[in-house]
């Protein structure tokens, strides 16, 4: 059994979020760590969890999600040699990662490896289904020439399959949430709720956007 508890450390002043006390009931011997430094006694190890960069994640996130759309933005003008469907197809994709990791960021639920993950699958799922119906749309737009007849037509075909594949995932990642792991809980339900955010704004903000804005 190994106990973590934080505390100060050896008298030094810091922050009880930074410094952690890990006791090992067994000898161990550590030349050197590189990555989490901290001062090993006996079997006790006292490290500083500031070297691993955690306080350094959010902005990481938004430097890299920036990125991400920038390149999405640009894979939609290829696909769809408009601007304008590019610039519409981008705006649920950016309402989906963002009100997940708002809502993470809401209930104070810490960055790991799991929950990171979540908003990249959040992305993926919502381009995919954002390229499908937009390609449906301009489909459908060249033969009736009407944005509302279009948009009709893409719900009846399209919109059925974004429906029922974001509502299988979203049951099939809610099995998650039985899990006794608390990570694995957050990610199921997080997931789940990615699901529904990004089929929502396929199927209802990308249509309103497209009535209104497009031509």
């Known amino acids: 059994k190994i106990s973590i508890a934080r505390s100060s450390c050896f008298g030094h002043k810091k922050s009880s979020s930074d ?3 890990i006791y090992f009931p067994f000898a161990i011997n550590i030349p050197l760590l590189t990555a989490c430094p901290g001062l090993i006694s006996g ?3 006292c490290a500083d969890t500031k070297p691993l960069g955690i ?6 996130i938004t430097m890299i999600s920036s990125l991400l759309f920038l390149i999405l933005f640009n894979v939609f003008i290829i ?3 408009s601007l304008e469907l590019s610039i519409l197809g981008i705006i649920p994709n950016i309402i989906a990662s963002s009100t997940i990791l708002g809502m993470i960021g809401l209930f104070r639920i810490p960055l790991d490896i799991m929950t990171i993950t979540i908003a990249a699958i959040t992305i993926g799922i919502a381009v995919d289904n954002t390229i499908h119906y937009l390609y449906r749309y301009r489909e459908n737009f060249k033969k009736t020439m009407n944005v509302s007849a279009a948009i009709q037509l893409s719900h009846n075909n399209v919109g059925y399959a974004v429906l029922t594949t974001s509502i ?3 049951f099939g990642f809610s099995v998650l949430a039985l899990s006794n792991f608390i990570p694995t809980i957050l990610f199921g339900i997080f997931t789940s ?3 529904i955010i990004a089929m929502v ?3 209802l903000t ?3 956007l497209l009535n209104k804005f497009s031509r």
């Open 43 to 45: 079997s006790l190890i």
């Open 201 to 203: 704004g396929v199927l």
């Open 79 to 81: 696909l769809f040699k």
């Open 193 to 195: 709720l990615a699901m």
């Open 55 to 60: 306080s350094a994640l959010p902005p990481l």
């Open 206 to 208: 990308l249509p309103s």
């Open 168 to 170: 299988t995932i979203a």
């Open 19 to 21: 410094t952690f006390l």
